[in-house]
């Protein structure tokens, strides 16, 4: 690799720092750990060919052009910390992996047997994703933390609700949805 493909590669990691947390190629690597894939079935469960797989995770590409895929990887990373503490076997985490592959992602509203519990009402959780959903399909994680931090001095709350629910875990953002709701 020459220089300008190391400096293209780095660059592209440190974009992907910053739309995603953390480059690609760790994310993605996380993923296949916690949930024993292999590169082949991480692709095929996100919606991506196994030879873009790679390029994001070697920095060749830096950014996921498929909002679906994006929060299809969203979806990924909760199962996965999901398997680690135990609250879902392995087993299920397969038949959910099935279930997230299917999963068009992408729409601001999912239908709405899957945004409600018995009762009728959308559960926090799903509320909390779809808000979520919404501030990242208009904005990657850094651009969102940037605004935050531009708010914070004059609008302290809604800089909260920016790094909360645009760059932070749904758990957190369920605990903010939820402190907010008397």
Not at 18 to 42: S, T, V
Not at 132 to 158: F, K, M, N, W, Y
């Amino acid at each position: 690799m020459d220089a300008a493909q190391q400096e293209a590669t780095a660059r592209a990691r440190e974009l992907q720092r910053n739309w995603y947390g953390e480059p690609l190629g760790a994310l993605f690597r996380k993923l296949i750990d916690d949930l024993g894939l292999n590169q082949a079935r991480l692709a095929g469960v996100l919606g991506l060919s196994a030879p873009m797989l790679s390029q994001l995770m070697s920095g060749q590409r830096a950014k996921i052009g498929n909002p679906a895929v994006v929060q299809r990887v969203q979806l990924l990373q909760e199962l996965a910390a999901q398997v680690a503490d135990g609250s879902v076997s392995a087993a299920e985490a397969t038949d959910r992996m099935e279930e997230i592959k299917k999963s068009q992602g992408g729409s601001v509203l999912s239908n709405t047997t899957q945004t409600t519990n018995s009762s009728g009402a959308p559960t926090v959780k799903r509320v909390v994703r779809e808000i979520q959903s919404l501030l990242r399909s208009v904005a990657a994680a850094g651009d969102i933390i940037d605004a935050a931090d531009t708010l914070a001095p004059t609008h302290p709350e809604l800089a909260e609700f920016l790094r909360v629910y645009g760059a932070g875990r749904t758990s957190d953002a369920v605990a903010h949805y939820q402190s907010h709701q008397s």
